[in-house]
């Protein structure tokens, strides 16, 4: 069942949006080499808490850090680690805040010193298909033009759109319905109505769009070991448009 939010309700989590926003503003500013994703999930723990916040997903299913971080090949929910980042790489950082019971979830993918170009372009890429995903994002549309939109784009720019992590709807829990592909066809699924929120988060890699998983259960690889980037707001739906409850202000 989708639980349409009220105004009260997108207002708030907008504000724990706007929390999370900041923070990936404070780990761009520390991304680089030397520095360890667990020092990053350490100083995300305490910029929360400083802040009246929690990460949510903190002991979500077990897991036990405050943010994901996937480095390279790893698709999703890499555990942060005491090994050090390297010029070259590039690093997901995704998390969830909860503010007052309200929830905001966003990952941003990072460079971590001078990359490839091809990494560059892999994340301009995967950035710009969110926006074009987003852009679909108003009442009356359909999921489908959503995925349509970040897949057409993708595929044409030579990436691929993985299949098997999706988009999800956020409340008062990290993962309500609807489930929101980043692949499919126009006019298809569910129609959007105002009060939905949900994440739109396209993960693109380099090569083929299959993943493998990590025997700890959690972390997600490319089958062929090449990078794979993401980007991920939570957006309501409002007559107006859509609105970006995670968006970062510069």
């Given at each position: 069942m989708i639980i349409l939010k009220s105004k009260r309700e997108?207002?708030?989590?907008?504000?724990?949006?706007q929390l999370l926003a900041n923070c990936h503003k404070e780990i761009k500013?520390?991304?680089?080499?030397?520095?360890?994703?667990?020092?990053?999930?350490?100083?995300?723990?305490?910029?929360?808490?400083?802040?009246?916040?929690?990460?949510?997903?903190?002991?979500?299913?077990?897991?036990?850090?405050?943010?994901?971080a996937s480095i390279n090949d790893e698709i999703c929910h890499g555990f942060p680690r005491?090994?050090?980042?390297?010029?070259?790489?590039?690093?997901?950082?995704?998390?969830?805040?909860?503010?007052?019971?309200?929830?905001?979830?966003?990952a941003w993918s990072y460079a971590v010193g001078e990359v490839s170009d091809e990494a560059e372009r892999l994340l301009e890429i995967t950035e710009e298909s969110l926006k074009r995903g987003i852009e679909k994002a108003h009442v009356g549309n359909r999921l489908g033009d959503i995925g349509h939109a970040i897949q057409e784009f993708v595929e044409g720019e030579g990436f691929s759109v993985v299949r098997e992590f999706t988009g999800h709807g956020?409340?008062?829990?990290?993962?309500?319905?609807?489930?929101?592909?980043?692949?499919?066809?126009?006019?298809?699924?569910l129609?959007?109505?105002?009060?939905m929120v949900f994440t739109i988060e396209p993960m693109?890699?380099?090569?083929?769009?299959?993943?493998?998983?990590?025997?700890?259960?959690?972390?997600?690889?490319?089958?062929?070991?090449?990078?794979?980037?993401?980007?991920?707001?939570?957006?309501?739906?409002?007559k107006e448009g859509p609105m970006i409850l995670t968006k970062q202000y510069y």
């Open positions: 997108i207002e708030l989590m907008h504000r724990a949006g500013k520390r991304i680089k080499p030397g520095v360890t994703t667990l020092e990053i999930d350490s100083f995300v723990d305490s910029y929360l808490k400083d802040h009246g916040a929690t990460p949510e997903q903190k002991g979500y299913k077990g897991y036990e850090f405050a943010t994901c005491s090994s050090p980042l390297k010029n070259g790489d590039i690093v997901t950082i995704d998390m969830v805040v909860n503010l007052n019971g309200a929830l905001a979830d966003s956020i409340g008062k829990t990290i993962h309500e319905a609807p489930t929101v592909l980043h692949y499919g066809q126009p006019n298809k699924g129609r959007l109505k105002e009060g693109v890699n380099i090569g083929a769009w299959g993943s493998k998983m990590d025997e700890n259960g959690w972390t997600a690889r490319t089958i062929d070991g090449k990078l794979s980037a993401q980007y991920e707001h939570t957006i309501a739906i409002t």
